[in-house]
Every structure is written in C-alpha cells, then in structure tokens.
C-alpha cells in the first residue's frame, strides 16, 4: 500500500459530490478536508500527484491529454457582479469588480516577485479548487465557461494568463 504520509488510522477518500478527495479515519469516524494534524505534507503531496490529480490522464509533451483534454490550475476573484457572489471563504462577497481587478492585480505582482499560482490559491481563491491549488484537473472544451476556455487553451504549459473575466468573477489561469 502506498504511503499517504498521513497519520496511523487515516486514509484518502474521495467525494463523489464535490469530486475532491478528503481524509477519513474509520476507527473515530472523523472526516474533514483538510489533513489532519502530524501528516507528513511532502509525503501526502506525493500520494495525492500519483493518486488523486487525474495524473491517470496520459499527456503529451504538450501538456495536452490525448482526448484533446487539458490540465489548468486558477485563482479566482469573485465581486458582486459574479453569478454566485459568494465563496468557501465569504459567504456573501461585497467588493465591486473594480476592487476584486486591484486584487487580482496585486496578485499578479506577488506572482511576478516569485509567489507561485498554486500557493496564492489556497488562502486566496475564492473557488473551492483552492484545496487543491486550484487545480482543475483535465477538462476539454466545452466543459468551462467561454472566455475561461478560450485563455486556458491559449497558454502553454507553465504559462500564467493575464486577468481573465468571466461570469464567475476573475481569474488568473496556469497551464
């Protein structure tokens, strides 16, 4: 069995309504999304790249899986002009599009100064792919929204958009 890096009693489970994984210990019957204490983070990230992240998916040297499917991580500024003005981190989000573009700008600048995507979502994004850096997974086209779509496919692997607006609010989209 692979090391997961969690504590004794603790294994990884996935949702099958949200489509993430969470951690579960069946002797105590606690869940929750977030490792418990005493995991050994670089063990779990190992686990969770082998196991969890759609990594079953083949890709080319192009990033690009062979059902044309690509692979995309984003941080998400939602304001209140989003179609779901709210978030795991505020449940009625307030700011006004040009305040969340400001944000969304000095994150750019965190990124440029070394700051990487996957880091800044996990306390920043206002989307639930925060969990898991905002890593979406593979998805084709068709399967996001237009303007989402559009930038993810334009990128190449390793490149960062600029601010994409969309009707969920804006995005700063890796490949």
């Known amino acids: 069995m692979a090391d997961t890096g ?6 990884v489970r996935h949702s099958n309504s949200k489509k993430l994984p969470y951690y579960f210990n069946p002797s105590t019957k606690d869940s ?6 005493g995991t050994d983070t670089e063990k779990l990230k190992t686990y969770m ?8 998916v083949r890709a080319d ?18 304001h209140i002009e989003s179609r779901r003005p709210s978030s795991w981190r505020e449940n009625q989000i307030t700011r006004s599009k040009d305040e969340a573009m ?8 965190r990124m440029d ?4 995507l996957g880091d800044l979502a996990v306390t920043e994004s206002d989307c639930t792919s925060a969990r898991k850096k905002g890593d979406l997974g593979y998805f084709g086209r068709g399967d ?3 303007e989402f779509e559009e930038a993810a496919f334009a990128l190449q692997p ?13 995005h700063l989209i890796q490949r």
């Open 158 to 170: 390793g490149q960062v958009s600029d601010v994409v607006t969309s009707a969920s609010g804006l």
């Open 102 to 109: 400001d944000i969304i700008r000095g994150y750019q600048t």
């Open 61 to 78: 040297n192009n990033g690009t899986a062979k059902d044309g499917k690509i692979r995309a991580a984003h941080l998400l500024v939602k």
């Open 6 to 11: 969690l504590p004794p009693g603790w294994e």
């Open 32 to 37: 929750r999304w977030e490792p418990p204490a």
């Open 113 to 116: 100064d070394g700051e990487k």
């Open 144 to 146: 996001m929204q237009k």
């Open 49 to 56: 790249g082998q196991y969890h992240s759609g990594s079953a």
